[in-house]
Nanobody, 114 residues
């Protein structure tokens, strides 16, 4: 199993980024996927979740209305569209595969700063 995040970077407050997570080594369409984030000294927190065919999504209250999770099962990729970014969104963002055993990507840094 391999999960590779990309798309992070430095953005000004109010800006947008789209994160991608390319998955391999398993049947992507069989698993729910999630995005988490973590800042130093704090626990990793769930940001967004999507079921295996995208029929249901959930979001942390702090990102509702600003972030959108989606997936393309043909491309084995899950996305996180982040709009109206705030400084408090600064974190390392990880994608995660659910199931009996969790798998994580290496993370991608998102920094929101003027």
């Amino acid at each position: 199993v391999q999960l590779v995040e990309s798309g992070g970077g430095l953005v000004q407050p109010g800006g947008s980024l789209r994160l991608s997570c390319a998955a391999s080594g398993f049947t992507f369409s069989s698993y729910a996927m999630s995005w988490y984030r973590q800042v130093p000294g704090k626990e990793r927190e769930l940001v967004a979740f999507i079921t295996n065919f995208g029929g249901r999504t959930n979001y942390a209250d702090s990102v509702k209305g600003r972030f959108t999770i989606s997936r393309d099962n043909a491309k084995n990729t899950v996305y996180l569209q982040m709009n109206n970014l705030k400084p408090e969104d600064t974190a390392v963002y990880y994608c995660q595969r659910g199931g009996t055993t969790s798998y994580w990507g290496q993370g991608t840094q998102v920094t929101v700063s003027s």
